[in-house]
């Protein structure tokens, strides 16, 4: 389905979602629809398992927010995860595998 570099790109975004300096703790759980917690326990899946809606809705949540929200943070984005336009392609497939709920 991705590539081992996109499921590495996917990981590393939840990664740094869940430890970075990006989204505040008080509005965390209202972005993500997860805690900061869930986000980091489900950033390193298993590629070859089934997607659970848990770690849809992370993945989800960490490439949207990333690319959308907070607005003129996507050079620290791209410095710390990866290219802009990987993230937004990315995002775009996930989307359509797994739409937002």
Do not use: D
């Amino acid at each position: 389905m991705f590539s081992e570099s996109e499921y590495n790109l996917i990981k590393r975004a939840l990664h740094f979602c869940a430890e970075g300096p990006l989204f505040p703790e008080w509005e965390f759980q209202t972005l993500f629809g997860l805690s900061r917690n869930e986000v980091l326990s489900v950033s390193e899946f298993n590629t070859q398992a089934a997607v659970s809606a848990e770690l849809a809705l992370a993945i989800n949540g960490a490439l949207s927010n990333l690319l959308y929200y907070p607005h003129g943070k996507l050079p620290l984005v791209q410095s710390q995860v990866g290219p802009i336009e990987q993230l937004e392609k990315l995002g775009q497939a996930w989307s359509a595998l797994y739409p937002p709920a």
